[in-house]
């Protein structure tokens, strides 16, 4: 069983946003049921970012309680709603004259990606579950100022980058 979609009491796809308990992986390879601690919230926010790259990586979530807690996060309702509302700004900003934007991001990739992205907003606002992997790695294209999202110049190809998104973001492992 997985953090991935879903946490104790919840229906896959609709992840309570405070859990009070998550499933981790102990050392000897056994399943254990944590009770979440409000110090656990806090240091899963405070450790954010980096969790959110672990996650990006593949680093399963229930390999320890605050990628759980943040996996849990990640996948629940408003996170993939912020993320959604996101992704629709850029298709509509992108729609738009360049000097009218207040966003630097390369146009060229994104009009390219334009149906990557309209693809990636309806999974989003889809229901059913969504792997936090895949969360972690659309958040981290959406921050990247270095990215082919912003940068003109970068040789990665958005579109792909976006494929990839989708496909981690229909990946529940086992």
Same mark, same amino acid.
């Not at 069983?1 to 879903?6: C, F, I, L, Y």
């Not at 912020?82 to 000097?99: D, F, G, H, K």
């Given at each position: 069983?997985? $953090?991935e *979609?879903?946490?104790?009491g *919840?229906?896959? *796809? !609709?992840?309570?946003? %405070? ?5 981790v992986i ?8 944590h009770?979440v601690?409000t ?11 980096g ?6 990586? &593949? ?15 990640? #996948?629940g309702?408003?996170? %993939?709603?912020e993320l959604?509302r996101? #992704?629709?700004?850029?298709?509509? @900003? ?7 934007? !207040? ?7 994104v009009r ?6 309209a &693809?990636l !907003?309806?999974r ?5 579950? $969504?792997?936090? !992997? ?5 958040r981290a294209?959406?921050s990247?100022? &270095?990215?082919p999202?912003? %940068?003109?110049?970068? %040789?990665?190809?958005?579109g792909?980058?976006?494929?990839g998104?989708r496909?981690?973001l229909?990946t529940l @492992?086992?």
């Amino acid at each position: 069983m997985r $953090v991935e *979609g879903w946490a104790a009491g *919840g229906r896959p *796809g !609709h992840a309570p946003e %405070r859990v009070a308990r998550v499933l981790v992986i102990s050392a000897d390879g056994r399943l254990v049921d944590h009770r979440v601690r409000t110090l656990d919230r806090m240091l899963a926010r405070v450790r954010a970012h980096g969790l959110d790259r672990r996650l990006s990586l &593949g680093e399963p979530p229930e390999s320890s309680l605050l990628l759980a807690l943040r996996a849990v996060h990640l #996948v629940g309702p408003r996170s %993939r709603r912020e993320l959604a509302r996101t #992704v629709r700004r850029v298709i509509e @900003l992108s729609n738009q004259p360049r000097w009218a934007s !207040h966003v630097p991001f390369c146009y060229r990739h994104v009009r390219a990606a334009l149906p990557e992205l309209a &693809g990636l !907003h309806d999974r989003l606002v889809a229901p059913g579950p $969504v792997s936090g !992997h895949g969360v972690a790695q659309l958040r981290a294209l959406l921050s990247d100022g &270095g990215g082919p999202l912003y %940068r003109s110049s970068s %040789r990665d190809d958005l579109g792909a980058q976006l494929r990839g998104v989708r496909a981690a973001l229909d990946t529940l @492992l086992p």
